[in-house]
């Protein structure tokens, strides 16, 4: 079971590297982001871009640093060139998620044409390939051998959150960011740039899933394919959150790993259930979600519709939450 | 008489001058039907000079013919995929100046496309390949997507030859695919001979849960029990990012059934995934481990961790491969010298693929998928090439097929971890090296 719990805690802490900016960037920019996948992606091929082509052990900081920089940079360039002109001209929701799709295709081809290029160049493995990152193995804790991947994992995750909490909170720019998501209206009446607080959302949006990238090739073999193979688990986090919540995407993100992980060892120890139904579980999770409590404000989930003792209680919390506001 | 010499003259003169005029239009119009027939003549003649050069330019003109080839250039094969691509790019260099050599006006133009290592995609490719009028078609690697193009090709009359499918469940007679490879239901037996060999008498099963991991499983898990063993099966889901679940749940099993070996069933890039994680597990360190082919020619198994992880369970595999052939080492040699390492599992079988394909059509005289297929099958009677003989069994697939043994070493003289065969199964004997 230890190996299991130690496997849970890797996916948990790189799916809400992954899931929280994708929330964090629909909420404020209202674009739900296909392209989110090659961000992770990219994120975990900086290092081994920079170990391969300059033969080095890559230091974790620089290592930190490109990744999250690349993410950065590539979300700004997408949303200057394909979502900001959109929006500019008031496309509907389903314009900007097709536009995101074909970002999305454009940036992974182009990737794939360069790690083919690249891979000429350099006589060398690159379409399924780990970075030489200069961290060791396992550290002696308090006489206990720990794996220093897992540790280094698991404190970036939390001081990533933390900051991202403080930033959120206590800064201009992060209040800033929480009122053009909350109301747009109000927020450029008070004299915040809508433009200029796009451009920091995707930064950071774009920036910690390349850090997720990272975190992700110090578990397993990167590939071009590695962020579209774990989007739909991704996006099933933000669901879980309603796409709107950051403190929700995160527990989204231990259900999924627990139950990806955990949930998965029950079922085929005592019910007999094959390995292969693993990704089934994610995106039962997902569906029922959707079901009990649709993203985004998107009206009553089942229970509400269909027994109207809940209907009561939620046009209730409706009206609490109105009055609040 | 004198006096009217004058009037004689003057008629004289007249009837010569109406005699010439007559004479002028007689001859005239004689001259004109001459004329009239003779540049009919010349036009037929014309005509028939048109249509021999016509012949003549035809017999000199280079034929184009279009071969379609499906490679996994993305996705789950990517990793041995894009090596392939190189396997092809040299094959119809070859075949083109054998074409030349033999002063063959033909030249053969490959269409490569990629198939994503998914079914669909494979069945989207061979219809785009179709509708652009290509008949022959050269792949998909997978035993899925041989399934799921399998229809289409047989409906189609388009001759599919896969250099790298080996279900056995797909060994069907008289369908229009190809396999330049023997089915696992040999590699299978090689597999349980080389474990028992080994002294292993109780395993896991390790396997993809698609076409190719099933039928292997099935047919290793026969074949391990004819021989006294006892074997379980444990799938994985394919197409996975990761698969440290799995292995984790793999080494549960394991220690719960008290195996003695474990049996991996994969491609490259899950089974290097695989790896990776059970190199991080002390129970798998401590047990014996085999593989099929599909693994080989993975870079991750080069890497130091790995190859260390190979070494501390002295992890042997099969491959379908004729060792000693003198066409394979020259092959070898050739695509070393090109791309700075050995060609991955499968290259040779790909390369006969595209030699077989090419000559087929030259037999057959028509680019016409009924009549390349059934020159296919005659062609693949007398070709030896890269994989030895060539000769299809009854079902379409490779008749004789030996299999090789490898594992991961360090070399020496290149100093670092390369792919090696260790050694050879054939007609039943497994000869070991080491």
């Excluded at chain 1, 990152?133 to 959150?161: E, Q, R």
């Excluded at chain 1, 209040?175 to 109301?183: G, L, Y």
């Excluded at chain 1, 955990?262 to 990704?279: A, D, E």
Aim: proline share 4%; glycine share 8%; charged share 15%.
């Amino acid at each position: 079971m230890m190996s299991e719990l130690i496997n849970m805690t890797w996916y948990m802490c790189m799916y809400s590297l992954m899931a929280v900016p994708l929330t964090l960037s629909y909420r404020t920019s209202r674009v739900l982001n296909f392209a989110h996948g090659v961000y992770i992606t990219i994120g975990a091929y900086i290092p081994v871009l920079i170990s391969k082509g300059l033969s080095i052990k890559v230091p974790i900081p620089l290592a930190l640093f490109t990744s999250f920089a690349t993410g950065a940079l590539l979300a700004v360039i997408t949303h200057i060139l394909v979502f900001s002109p959109l929006i500019k001209r008031r496309s509907a929701p389903v314009t900007l998620m097709i536009a995101s799709m074909g970002a999305w295709i454009f940036i992974k081809y182009m990737f794939y044409a360069l790690l083919g290029v690249l891979q000429k160049m350099w006589m060398t493995p690159l379409f399924y390939t780990s970075p030489n990152i200069d961290i060791p193995s396992t550290i002696t804790l308090v006489g206990i051998s720990v794996d220093t991947k897992f540790l280094f994992a698991l404190t970036l995750t939390s001081i990533v959150f933390l900051l991202l909490t403080l930033f959120l909170t206590k800064t201009k720019t992060g209040m800033a960011i929480r009122a053009v998501a909350d109301n747009l209206e109000l927020a450029q009446i008070s004299g915040i740039s809508r433009e200029r607080t796009l451009v920091i959302t995707w930064a950071i949006s774009g920036g910690l899933a390349a850090i997720g990238g990272l975190i992700w090739s110090l578990f397993a073999y990167v590939s071009p394919e590695t962020g579209d193979s774990v989007i739909l688990q991704v996006f099933a986090c933000s669901v879980i959150g309603g796409l709107v919540n950051l403190p929700l995407t995160f527990v989204g993100s231990i259900i999924i790993s627990s139950s990806e992980n955990i949930l998965i060892v029950f079922l085929h120890n005592y019910l007999g259930t094959p390995l292969s139904f693993r990704p089934f579980i994610s995106f039962f999770v997902l569906v029922m979600t959707i079901l009990v409590r649709p993203p985004a404000g998107a009206g009553g989930g089942l229970p509400y519709r269909y027994f109207p003792k809940f209907k009561t209680l939620y046009e209730r919390a409706l009206r609490v939450k109105k009055n609040n506001v | 008489m004198a006096a009217q010499l004058p009037r004689l003259l003057a008629f004289l003169v007249i009837g010569l001058l109406i005699g010439a005029g007559a004479t002028y239009a007689y001859m005239s119009s004689v001259m004109s039907t001459v004329h009239a027939d003779l540049n009919a003549k010349i036009e037929e003649l014309n005509g028939k000079i048109s249509s021999l050069q016509s012949i003549i330019n035809e017999l000199n003109r280079t034929v184009e013919y279009k071969i379609g080839v499906t490679l996994p250039l993305t996705g789950e094969l990517a990793d041995v995929g894009v090596q392939w691509r190189t396997v092809v790019e040299m094959a119809f260099e070859d075949l083109n100046k054998e074409m030349q050599k033999y002063g063959i006006k033909v030249k053969f133009t490959p269409v490569i496309q990629d198939d994503k290592a998914l079914p669909t995609e494979a069945l989207v490719v061979i219809q785009t390949l179709h509708q652009a009028g290509i008949k022959v078609i050269i792949g998909p690697a997978a035993s899925s997507q041989v399934k799921a193009v399998k229809s289409y090709a047989d409906e189609n009359k388009i001759l599919v030859i896969s250099p790298s499918s080996t279900a056995p469940t797909l060994a069907i007679p008289g369908d229009y695919i190809y396999r330049t490879v023997g089915s696992d239901a040999g590699q299978a037996k090689a597999l349980a001979a080389l474990i028992k060999s080994q002294g292993i008498n109780k395993i896991i099963i390790f396997h993809r849960d698609d076409e190719y991991g099933v039928a292997f499983e099935e047919f290793l898990e026969r074949e391990f029990k004819a021989l006294g063993g006892t074997a379980i099966g444990m799938a994985y889901a394919t197409g996975l990012p990761d698969y440290a679940s799995e292995v984790a749940q793999l080494s549960a099993r394991a220690k719960e059934e008290k195996v003695e070996g474990i049996v991996m069933i994969t491609f490259d890039t899950d089974g290097v995934n695989i790896l990776s994680h059970a190199k991080d597990d002390s129970f798998l360190l401590s047990l014996r481990w085999f593989s099929s082919e599909g693994v080989h020619g993975a870079w991750g198994l080069l890497e130091e961790d790995i190859a260390n992880f190979i070494k501390a369970t002295h992890l042997l595999g099969t491959r379908p491969l004729f060792r000693e052939n003198p066409l394979l080492h020259e092959f070898v040699t050739r695509y070393k010298a090109r791309t700075g390492h050995d060609p991955p599992v499968f290259s040779a079988n790909l390369y006969d693929a595209v030699m077989l394909a090419g000559w087929a059509i030259v037999r057959a005289g028509r680019y016409d998928g009924e009549a390349i297929r059934d020159s296919l099958v005659e062609v693949a009677k007398k070709y030896y090439g890269t994989s030895g003989l060539t000769m299809f069994d009854d079902n379409g697939d490779k008749l004789f097929q030996d299999y090789s043994i490898w594992t991961v070493k360090f070399s020496e003289r290149e100093q670092k971890y390369v792919y090696v065969e260790v050694g050879s199964y054939s007609a039943g004997v497994i000869t070991l090296e080491e």
